[in-house]
């Protein structure tokens, strides 16, 4: 079993991990800035990995990780191109076999990896698991929202499937290049759907089916799909929600902009709603059902460069603009599958389920695509994780033996919120790793994790990443090294973390800052569709000679990297990053508000909640009916996940005499913190101030 200890008592490992990544010998300048809490106590704590889990690790100890991670970044294109070895190419790359430009002052930032290598990832992911003797592998188990609804897939019977609807998509004239935006929940069609654009080498675009029509709308108007694929509705809990609706609604208002679409695919969600009760736009509307079974089931590959695009997904900046993250197709492949294996410590008997939808990077990178390259059996849930009780995670977890399970902390915290109960009376014997992913997860429910849902037995993999990422940039690889509750730990084969100051010089040792990246990776992501220049301004022009994660990071004494948070505009709710912008822009679309500013608060489950400060036009009275009428606003602009938890009433904004908004005010005010103002003397109209606080909690 595992232990829990305190550093001094760890000799073994520690020290050569930590003088390892913290670049020994250095001098340590400590605390060169402060912008997060400080680990204090945490980094003491230590869970040792028990000896049982290490003896049958792919990664059984630090002396093992360190020596693949020095070859990674001593020798990237020797240890990458071994690893793409084990997938078919069509073709093999050529040399060299990554090229980059990572420093804005050399010019255009560039990223290619395996360029000329000639593959096709859903090929990797199904055809490949099919002749290597899987076929009668469970490649999906399909759990409805309502208990009893299910449905499985053998990874043949997934590949007649893509197959199926790679023709159709052929077909009615799709090719290689052609977006395709994807809004369906999580039926077994997401992941079929992703796969078959992949096989004919047209770039899909997920958008989370609890996006609004005008969040879809403007996504379509972004990247102009050939086909939209969508279904009737969903059940989420106790709620239908039409999705077709929607879609309608966001293709009305992208054929007013003048792009119009052709051709919506729907499928017939049966378990939610009939197909007779759809509204329907003949022409256009066609259903699933109708067509894609009609298409043979085997459907020659589309063979496509390594650094062809395979997927746009469209994430929160900090200005109201969604920014389509562009992932091509060789590096991420790589990348996703060497980083799943790895970091769950996958083997071939593991059942895995990852609670993310597809609709976010998460299940693009660890419910599709790392997962089916290493051939594992998936398991894909509907539902609320919490329906129609909260136990049904651990009652989906017996049912399918779950082996490896991987979610984002607000569900943890949520659950551990509705009490032991409802783990302790399933077995979850089957569990034998954790994830964590979203937002730091706080020592308290990683505790909680580890010890009720895990029985002290089962190693958590708290993994940091992002969209632009592709794939885990630090995270544990249980088994190597001892685990702290709250740190991801050590940084990924091949990635070297860097944390800087605001004035973009490297900090050694413990220190916290600024959490960059120096080098490429084959997963990172190579434009931002259609504004090249965002992508620099954004991630490569903050830090000169660095990629900027826009996190803020903590390493301790021991090398571990602790995140603390977002640093730029983007606040993180329940694992989902919402620019405050965005929420901004939908609350002074409403004819009523004059002003709005949004900041972050601390949540107890979403980890952050949505803080909107609101001016109203001259005359209008604050009431209960207008506030209900703002979060509406916000709900049918981008979705019910941004909806704010507080609008506070706001006569004026704090600003400065230049008129930029003092969000740094508005942060402590929202926090209720009202003793840590600070300085309020730059302030146009200080009094602002003392009207706020009057008006905190009407
Ligand atoms: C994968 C994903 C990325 C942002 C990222 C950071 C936060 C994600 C985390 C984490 C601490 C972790 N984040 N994982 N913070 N520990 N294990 O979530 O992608 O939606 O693009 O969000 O999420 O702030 O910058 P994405």
Redesign the pocket.
């Known amino acids: 079993n595992y232990r829990i200890g305190m550093a001094s008592n760890y000799l073994r490992h520690g020290e050569s991990i930590a003088n390892f990544s913290s670049g020994a010998g250095k001098i340590s300048r400590i605390n060169a800035v402060t912008l997060g809490e400080s680990p204090a106590s945490e980094e003491n704590d230590l869970v040792l990995p028990s000896d049982e889990f290490c003896r049958q690790a792919l990664i059984p100890n630090p002396q093992k990780y360190l020596e693949m991670y020095k070859r990674s970044v001593e020798d990237p294109a020797g240890f990458w191109s071994d690893i793409a070895s084990e997938f078919y190419w069509k073709q093999k790359w050529g040399q060299p076999v990554f090229s980059e430009n990572f420093d804005v002052r050399n010019g255009p930032i560039d990223i290619q990896w395996f360029k000329g290598g000639v593959t096709n990832i859903c090929y990797n992911c199904v055809d490949r698991n099919v002749e290597s003797g899987n076929a009668d592998k469970i490649a999906i188990y399909w759990e409805g929202n309502e208990p009893g609804f299910q449905d499985s897939l053998t990874y043949s019977q997934l590949l007649q499937r893509v197959c199926q609807l790679a023709n159709y998509l052929k077909d009615v004239g799709v090719k290689k290049g052609d977006a395709v935006i994807i809004y369906l929940p999580m039926l077994m069609e997401l992941p079929i759907a992703m796969l078959a654009c992949a096989r004919i080498g047209a770039v899909h675009s997920v958008v989370f089916a609890g996006f609004s029509a005008d969040s879809l709308a403007q996504r379509i108007m972004d990247c102009k799909p050939k086909v939209v694929i969508t279904c009737n509705a969903v059940k989420r809990g106790s709620k239908t929600i039409q999705l077709k609706d929607i879609v309608d609604t966001a293709l009305a208002e992208s054929s007013k902009n003048s792009i119009s679409i052709d051709l919506c695919l729907t499928y017939e969600n049966q378990c939610a709603m009939k197909r007779g009760d759809t509204k329907w736009q003949d022409g256009r509307d066609v259903w699933w059902q109708d067509v894609v079974p009609k298409y043979p089931t085997s459907c020659m590959v589309e063979w496509v460069d390594a650094e062809d695009p395979l997927f746009l997904l469209y ?1 929160s900046g900090s200005t109201g603009k969604p920014k389509g993250v562009l992932h091509t197709t060789g590096g991420y492949m790589v990348y996703t599958a060497t980083t799943f294996k790895y970091a769950f410590d996958y083997k071939p008997s593991d059942v895995y389920w990852c609670t993310a939808d597809c609709g ?3 299940g693009h990178s660890y419910v599709t695509y790392g997962p089916m390259l290493n051939g594992a059996t998936v398991v894909v849930y509907e539902g609320a994780p919490n329906y129609p009780h909260p136990g049904r995670c651990w009652d989906i977890v017996d049912k399918f033996n779950v082996t490896i399970f991987y979610t984002a902390p607000t569900l943890v915290r949520s659950l551990m919120r509705d009490g032991d109960q409802y783990v302790t009376r399933y077995s979850r014997k089957s569990l034998r790793v954790l994830g ?6 706080n020592p308290s429910a990683w505790r909680w994790f580890f010890n009720v849902v895990g029985d002290s037995r089962c190693p958590i993999s ?8 592709g794939g885990f940039m ?2 544990p690889l249980p088994g190597a090294w001892p685990q702290k509750p709250g740190s ?1 730990t050590f940084p990924f084969f091949g990635v070297q973390p860097v944390i800087v100051d605001d004035k973009g010089i490297e900090i050694d040792g413990a220190c916290s800052g600024y959490l960059c990246v120096k080098n490429s990776w084959p997963g990172a992501f190579r434009t931002l569709y259609g504004d090249h220049e965002r992508y620099e301004t954004t991630y490569f022009k903050p830090f000169p000679g660095y990629y900027f ?3 803020g990071c903590t390493r301790d004494k021991d090398g571990y990297y602790w ?1 603390t ?2 640093v730029d505009d ?1 606040i ?1 709710v329940s ?3 919402i620019g405050t912008a965005e929420v901004e822009s939908a609350l002074v679309s409403h004819p009523q508000c004059a002003e709005a500013a949004v900041v972050g608060f601390e949540h107890e489950v979403k980890g952050q909640g949505i803080y909107a400060f609101v001016t109203l036009v001259e005359g209008v009275p604050y009431s209960e009916e207008l506030r209900k009428s703002l979060i509406l606003t916000v709900r049918e602009q981008i979705g019910a996940f941004a909806a704010p938890d507080k609008i506070h009433w706001a006569p004026g904004l704090p600003k400065t005499r230049s008129g930029k908004i003092m969000r740094r005010i508005l942060r402590k005010i929202a926090a209720r913190q009202l003793d840590e103002l600070g300085d309020t003397s730059t302030l146009a109209e200080p009094n602002v101030v003392d009207q706020l606080i009057a008006l905190a909690d009407c």
Do not use: F, K, M, Y
């Open positions: 994430t976010w990077i998460t964590s992913v979203g937002e730091p997860i708290d993994t940091w990443w992002q969209t632009e990422t630090i995270t991801a994660s826009g996190d995140l948070g977002r983007v993180n694992g989902h990053r």
